[in-house]
């Protein structure tokens, strides 16, 4: 394994890094870690497999014995938990029949730093909310809490007590394996990583035990597949969070039920265990590299207590497509697909039109500006900028979960210190801090940005409306308020963003994994529900995955794009099940479920020596289309159709755009601060007067955007697991 320095790290940390990467030598004995990286071990375990052994092999970790947890058989290996790790380096020492093989792992705390960098201080414990014991520290750290609960014959999820006399009214279910069991789930939470975590899976406790890392068992429906769940939202963190990734928890709901993409309870009746956490819900925490470092965290946890899973797959809507992205693209292996429903390629694409309706919205406030004028220059539906251009406002430092600000205003050394919950300060350890003012370093931008190029060209508006727009955008201060001179968007912070897979372009692990992307169609306002409350899941940004895949990796072969109806009822097969009904979104996203299954184990049978993209694009399955889904009876309700022809789906579900793309943007949308040239008459379809050339000149002072050229310090990903320092200091464990 190659370590790449981005930027001077820590020698302690180097040098820890560089011994677990140089215990790859090459043995007679082959050992690996099945349940992390040997070099981000946590918690003080790790699920090991030794294989080349033909006996049961010698084990020795620090020098202690610690053969007797290795079981298993020559020809399947020899696998174990390894516990008792000390934090820092631990030596491993495999010996039988005269062959030997050694690994370092190295330990981390179960709630301390991994790879996201610093912890956030403050950090506020919410363990009460998810009925932990109270925290002692702000490590939250909390006994793990395990209880039971069963899915009557009637649909309904009630609370089951191993010990007291067996409801005579458990249903059963059917699992992707084909094996019926009843429905009754063990449900485990716990802290892990300062975030509330949660495990889901089928088992009878009456009829044996759980299942192990050595032996499957036969009380548990679990089909050896796991599902993360995602929550939605954007918000800075300094606290735990209350939710559980997307499962609900509220309505007397036991969070069995994942809801993001209307699939209820789905996973846990098709056998896939699933697990969540408080961290990997965007709404309490918009640091996808935390959510990462959660993810790894939890998934090895589970690992290491039933056997790590065949493949896992992400899950999970809005904020939780973000994650699933980023983690896809920056931490390849915590993922091997992910179904993104109501998708963004990342925060930051995001983000940024949201920043722009509101400017747009301030210049064009003069009732002179028609509703057709105004979506000409955002790009959008007008209600959308209506609707959102406040909605997640991540540039103002007060964007505080109102636990946080709570805990800031009964705090006087808080109080007085502040925080600040800008997207960007949130990120801190990735972004660095400018040393102007101590804030995080600004990745957004709008120098040089036409607003309203398209709208110009096409005729919609004329000159001197298109001069005067530009010459009242402004831009937003180090505070998020709008001011009269542009956004300048920090060139490091830019850089980072990119070398980091912040602004995702699909080149680094996501091109190696398959993605279906199922989109619920809300752009507009199907629902006549009006301007104020317009769904902010427009959907192109579906579209500008799709086309950052292409420009990026020259295919987008491992990408789906499944657009459905936002409302009506259709029949759901529930496998086994009492038959229910749901949305059309339901379905798909459940048809969507089980075409993943059979691509992930079509994947996993593929033994030859071909790159991991070649075998993704070679075992997806014929029938896997791009494709939308319209009702049969008008737009909001009855049946569906399959239609896989592009043109009629662009005119059943058209897709909007954004201000940038409006402005002349590239399709990929990548593009954060571009680099200048002079202002040309030549660039309009009209040319301007002389004076309408001066004025473009002095509202151009530096210049307008050559979107034919990169962004300025665009560049692509700096290889996958990125461990950060602070202050923007990170290495990279694994080149692409």
Known sequence: MNLLKIRLASGAALALLCAAGSAYGQSALKIEVLSSRPELVSGGDALVKITGADAAPNVTVGGADVSGVFKGSAGAGWVGVVAGLKDGANQLVAKAGGKEGNLTLVNHPINGALFA???????????????????????????????????????????????????????????????????????????????????????????????????????????????????????????????????????????????????????????????????????????????????????????????????????????????????????????????????????????????????????????????AQKEAVSGKYWGYCVSNGTRYPNARPNWCDAVVADAVANDPALKQKGIRCTFQDNLVNIFGKDPKNGFARNPFDNVGVQYGLKALNEGKINMDQFIEINQKIGGLDVDGKVVAARQVGDPLALRRAYQTGQVNLGDGGLASIPIIDIRSYVDGDPAKVGDPNIDVHDGYHSAVMRARLLKYNGNANNHAMLTVASLGRVQLDTRGAASTYGTPLTRISAEGLDIMDKWLTAIARDTSDKPQAQKVAAARPAELVDACYPTKFGALVGEIDKVTDKAQCDKVFPFAADARLAAGGPATNDVFKCQLKPVAASDYKTAPSADQLAKLKQAFPEGVCDYSKPGVEQVKIAGTWHVFKGDGEFVTLSQR
Not at 228 to 243: A, T
Not at 327 to 344: E, F, Q
Request: include cysteine.
């Open 117 to 371: 960098g610093p912890q956030q201080v403050p950090f506020v414990c919410e363990n009460e909310t998810h009925k932990l014991a109270s925290a002692k520290d702000d490590s939250c750290a909390a006994p793990s809490k395990v209880e039971y609960f069963y899915r009557n014959k009637g649909g309904e999820w009630k609370a089951f007590n191993p010990t007291a006399a067996r409801p005579n009214d458990i249903g059963t279910t059917k699992t992707t394996e084909g094996k019926e069991v009843p429905l009754i789930v063990r449900q485990e939470k716990g802290v892990i990583n300062r975030s509330a975590y949660l495990i889901n899976i089928l088992h009878d406790p009456a009829a044996g035990p759980l299942p192990t890392p050595a032996a499957k068992s036969d009380a548990s429906g679990w089909n050896g597949k796991a599902i993360f769940s995602f929550g939605g939202g954007v918000q800075s963190n300094y606290h735990m969070g209350r939710n559980l990734g997307g499962m609900t928890g509220t309505d007397n709901k036991f969070f069995i039920e994942d809801m993001g993409g209307g699939l209820s309870d789905t996973f846990v009746m098709r056998g896939y265990a699933v697990l969540a956490g408080s961290l990997n819900v965007m709404g309490s925490n918009n640091d996808t590299v935390k959510s990462a470092e959660t993810l790894a965290k939890i998934k090895e946890y589970f690992s290491e207590q039933f056997g790590a899973p065949a493949f896992t797959i992400g899950h999970g809507a809005s904020g939780g497509s973000m994650q699933q992205h980023l983690i896809g693209n920056a931490y390849p292996g915590l993922l091997d697909g992910i179904m993104p429903a109501r998708s963004y390629p990342d925060v930051m694409t995001f983000l940024q039109p949201l920043y722009d309706c509101e400017l747009v919205a301030k210049a064009m406030e003069d009732p002179k500006w028609t509703r």
